[in-house]
């Protein structure tokens, strides 16, 4: 069940998988591994010879011209054990970081002596090793209840293994997979009868039911269709397949295709670009560099940076990060043209060792800006006061966007400019970028986008670079072009998450009642600063507790790295999972519940949070007291305290988290465009926000068709444009959806303004065609556009929603593995538009952040700062087995939003600030197992991502405490 998934084990075959690893021997084949530990033999042959050879042999034998024919795969004999293990970063299709298959026979009087040579097969070790064959030599005739045999095989298992670098993971975590996992073959040979009860709890793996979930909200039938949980307008053709994207819209005349060629090192300069054997190549058009760019070489345009940094289009010699694309290669096809990219040729010149993390940019005083820093009090006078102090620091990783649509864009030069089709989440940046890169005024410039396959803020300044190329390229040929990245380039080339580092001290007096909090954030803003957030992470950072004394300080640390950008909650998430960290701290510290430290810190309405904003709509304590109830969190952590305490080798952890998160809807605007065709009464909206799954198309129509009094399928929306929704903002902030709906909401309040004196000449209640037929007769304007935008009188958030998640976790402590039982996450949504849109919100938002605690990791190559998990090979975002089995949202009842007219509340990225709550359960499964192993009683930090390896490690296993 380990293997790839159901579709991929009903379509790969058995003699494929071992001919792959025949080519590449690096590679933890599973097929391999078991088939190996079974004893199988195959059948190799040609036209005329046929030979049966062990796996091991097959491995070395040539196979040119040669086919497997057949497998054969012995009995299993009398008193045989035979055991395979997989352990892997996520759930399904996944490589294993190891995998064993076991298998020895038993005899002697108490049927416990290994009676001949086991079978010790292990994958993932080397590229050499696939037996432990010295440990299979020890055991020959060892009785295994017997006193040293468990430890002396252990002790020869662990000299003859010896990982070597041919995998991301580390040797030390590899090694003590190996022993562990043997162990585990160990135990169930013995068999349960022969052990003490809280080793048996080693036996059996985690076992995932069938997934359920529960979805509980409130509607109003009276204000139907509005608030109605029905399903997106787009989901039949999305479903069936029919759906258009930006890559889908057919191929025009004359269209040709581009690709990006990327520097492979960071920290140097291009030598040279040789052209001459892609030039040669099938398909082949033309190379461009920076020298072909008719416009700026620049791509950026103003976003949150004070002074909006230049980021080259195309390097004109400079390379900051692996990835950047010096060239852009033309073909007839997209295949041609990736392979075109492939052949040119790059030398590099002024090597330099690239910073590559946040602690080396400190190292090298790298950053992009002066220290910001914000004080609330009198921080160091109550830290120094305060009964307890602690201090520490704890990061987290980058994250993609893996969005299910690479980056791509079609342009198309017209006789009075350019048509560009971007898959972006800001038409007015895709306008600006194009405009600059080509010098073509933006009046000439129109842009659209239909909808996104994902965006998740990776296609707001992520889209801007393989826009501006592709119009380069389009100006330059005088064709169509399309450039549709494919994923490789698009994880290396393009932005994602920023890593982020704190350290704090922090002050508490004896309840845990915090005092001061010191609070020295780095953000790792990669090569260009484009996307600082420090200054308005103040804002978040507090999350629901109230504090008097902060001190904060944040640093843009410069990197060789891409430049990083917004992805959903973006450093949002970091200072909310820092702060809930320093809770847990707090906790450790004093012998308490984390969830106690976290209710007696909560605001109050009143209080005023770090960033000078005082609370008028604060009901985090109801909520967190109803959630705890609903979710019956203080019998669950009883139960799970007995569990923890009668198991030594599985561990449970629960924990709650609370969630504020400030909603900002001043800092945008986007205009609304709705029209009423006379012919038959059909109304066509555009708004200025993007369509990428959120359901943005559905909630406005249903806000049209609830204020015009109309069907549902009398509104058709179109294509986001910067025609009719010029200069709009990017699709972001979690508040483009209320603040399209309002605009619409406005714009129909309006047409209905002017056809109410119509209506009521024919009688107060005409057929609506018949209603909008007599409006066009008398000259009634049937179009309107608002432009939706309050500019903040504050720096302050329009309002907050508020959230509680409570996680619970099941771990395996000898391998790391994990098992998300169940998640409760009741969520302040306001009066929902959609319910059921909105609930689909909060769980993908809470799943998209599960990738980012758990398993989402980047690793670059030291030497040449090139990211080696480019690709589903190595980066693993969450599958469906990944997800809580149990998975109930509530939606809070009663709960409209009195600053927004709509009454709605932001959803796309709050609750993805409560997914750590997985990792704070991970965290408690990992210390019952670090106070078992009687080493480590402390805090300990656990960063994210809490991967499998990671979780393994620090619950302190040691081979030499093993025992049955
Ligand atoms: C999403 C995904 C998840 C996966 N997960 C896992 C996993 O968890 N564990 C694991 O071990 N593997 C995994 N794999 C690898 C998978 O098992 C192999 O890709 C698959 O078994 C290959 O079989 P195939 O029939 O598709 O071979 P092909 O890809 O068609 O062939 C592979 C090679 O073998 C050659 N070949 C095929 N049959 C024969 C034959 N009879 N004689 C000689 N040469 C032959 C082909 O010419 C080709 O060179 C995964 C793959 C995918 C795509």
Redesign the pocket.
């Known amino acids: 069940m ?4 159901v579709s ?2 009903n ?13 590449h021997p690096e ?7 078991i088939m190996e530990a079974a004893g199988a033999k195959v059948t ?1 042959g040609t036209r005329h010879v046929r030979e049966t050879v062990g796996l091991v042999d097959f491995l070395k034998m040539g ?1 040119a011209g ?4 057949s497998v054969e795969i012995p009995a299993a004999l009398p008193n045989e054990v035979f055991k395979t293990y ?1 352990i ?1 970063p996520r759930a ?5 970081y190891v ?1 064993a298959g076991f298998r020895l026979r038993l005899g002697g009087q108490d049927k416990m002596s290994v009676m001949e040579k086991p079978s010790l097969v292990f994958g993932g070790i080397s590229k050499t090793m696939d037996h432990a064959v010295a440990t299979e030599d020890f055991l020959i005739g060892k009785n295994l209840l017997e006193d040293g045999t468990l430890q002396g095989a252990l002790s020869v298992l662990e000299s003859e293994l010896k990982p070597d670098d041919s995998s991301l993971f580390s040797p030390e975590y590899r090694k003590s997979l190996a022993s562990t996992l043997f162990y585990k073959f160990y135990l169930s040979a013995v068999g349960r009868d022969h052990l003490t009860e809280p080793v048996r709890s080693a036996l059996e793996p985690l076992v995932r039911p069938v997934s359920r979930g529960e979805q509980h909200f409130q509607t109003k039938e009276s204000e139907w269709p509005l608030r109605k949980p029905v399903p997106k307008t787009s989901a039949r053709v999305q479903a069936s397949g029919e759906a258009m994207y930006t890559n889908d819209l057919p191929q025009t005349s004359g269209e040709v295709c581009a690709a990006l060629v990327t520097s492979t090192v960071a920290n140097c300069k291009v030598g040279t670009l040789d052209f001459s054997q892609a030039m040669e190549m099938p398909g082949a058009i033309t190379c461009l560099t920076a020298k072909d760019i008719k416009g700026e070489n620049n791509y950026n345009v103003p976003f949150l940076a004070p002074v909006t940094p230049k980021i080259e289009v195309l390097s004109s010699g400079e390379i900051l990060h692996a990835g950047q694309p010096l060239a852009v290669v033309i073909a007839d096809t997209q295949s041609h043209a990736d392979a075109m990219a492939q052949a040119v040729k790059v030398t590099y010149t002024d090597l330099k060792p690239p910073i590559l993390t946040i602690q080396d940019a400190i190292a090298a005083e790298s950053f992009h800006y002066p220290v910001f820093e914000l004080v609330k009090g009198d921080p160091k006078g109550a830290l120094a006061a305060a009964p307890h102090r602690i201090s520490g620091e704890v990061s987290c990783d980058s994250q993609h966007h893996f969005y299910m649509e690479t980056q791509a864009c079609r342009c198309a030069p017209l006789e009075d400019g350019m048509e560009v089709q971007s898959a972006t989440q800001a038409t007015d940046f895709v306008q600006n970028s194009v405009a600059q890169a080509t010098g073509i005024s933006a009046h000439r410039l129109y842009v659209s986008v239909k909808r996104l396959g994902g965006g998740f803020g990776g296609k707001t300044l992520g889209s801007l670079l393989p826009a501006a190329a592709c119009a380069v390229a389009a100006q330059n040929v005088n064709r169509p072009v399309r450039l549709s990245l494919n994923l490789g380039t698009n994880m290396e080339a393009i932005t994602k998450r920023a890593p982020y580092l704190l350290k704090y001290e922090a002050g508490f007096d004896d309840d845990g009642k915090l005092m001061a909090v010191v609070y020295n954030l780095y953000e790792d803003n990669g090569s260009s600063p484009q996307c600082a957030f420090i200054p308005i992470l103040p804002a978040f950072t507090d999350n629901a507790y109230s504090c008097p004394n902060w001190q904060f300080t944040g640093q843009t640390c410069k990197t060789h790295t891409v430049p990083t950008t917004m992805t959903r909650a973006p450093g949002l998430s970091a200072v909310h999972f820092f702060t809930e960290h320093i809770m847990e701290h707090v906790a450790k510290t004093l012998n308490k519940d984390p969830t106690d430290v976290r209710r007696i810190n909560m605001f109050q309405n009143g209080q005023t949070t770090l960033s000078g904003y005082t609370l008028v709509d604060c009901n985090i304590t109801t909520l967190w007291d109803d959630l705890l109830a609903s979710a019956q969190f203080k019998q669950r952590k009883q139960e799970i305290e007995v569990f923890n305490k009668e198991n030594r080798w599985k561990k449970k952890g629960l924990s709650v988290v609370p969630c504020r998160y400030s909603a900002f809807p001043g800092f945008f605007r986007f205009t609304v465009f709705v029209a009423i065709y006379h012919t038959d009464g059909s109304v066509v909206i555009t708004h200025g926000g993007v369509e990428m799954g959120q359901g943005i198309d559905t909630k406005v129509s249903q806000v049209a068709a609830a204020t015009l009094g109309v069907p549902m399928e009398t509104i058709h929306v179109m294509s986001t444009n910067s025609l009719t929704s010029p200069n709009s903002s990017d699709t972001g902030g979690s508040v483009t959806s209320e603040l399209n709906c309002q605009g619409v909401l406005e714009c129909c309040r309006r047409l209905n303004e002017r056809m109410d004196p119509i209506r009521q000449e024919m009688g107060g209640s005409p057929k609506w065609a018949e209603l909008i037929n007599m409006c066009h007769r008398k000259g009634v304007d049937l179009s309107e556009k608002y432009m939706e935008h309050h500019p903040p009188k504050s720096p302050h958030p329009a309002y907050n929603s508020w959230g509680v998640t409570c996680t619970e976790v099941d771990m395996d402590v000898l391998t790391g593995e994990r098992e998300i039982r169940r998640a409760d996450i009741l969520f302040d949504c306001g009066e929902s538009v959609n319910p059921a849109l909105d609930v689909g919100q909060v769980e993908g938002a809470f799943v998209f952040g599960l990738g980012y605690w758990l398993t989402e990791k980047c690793v670059y190559d030291k030497d040449t700062g090139r990211l080696l998990t480019n690709g ?1 090979w190595e980066y693993k975002p969450p599958t469906t087995k990944d997800i809580p089995v149990d998975l109930r949202v509530t939606l809070l009842p009663d709960a409209p939003n009195p600053y927004n007219v709509i009454r709605s509340k932001a959803v796309g990225e709050p609750p993805l600030l409560m997914s750590c709550s997985a990792l704070f359960a991970l965290r408690q499964a990992v210390q019952s197992a670090r106070e078992d192993s009687g080493l480590g009683d402390d805090f300990f930090r656990l960063d994210g991502p809490a991967t499998v390896e990671v979780c393994h490690q620090r619950c302190l296993v040691d081979s030499s405490s093993f025992t049955l």
Request: proline share 2%; net charge positive; aromatic share 8%.
């Open positions: 380990k293997i790839g998934n991929v084990r379509v790969g075959s058995w003699a494929g998988n071992l001919m792959m690893k025949h080519a590679f933890p084949s599973d097929v391999f591994t190799v196979m040669k086919l497997i024919l997989k892997m399904q299709n996944a490589h294993a995998n589903t």
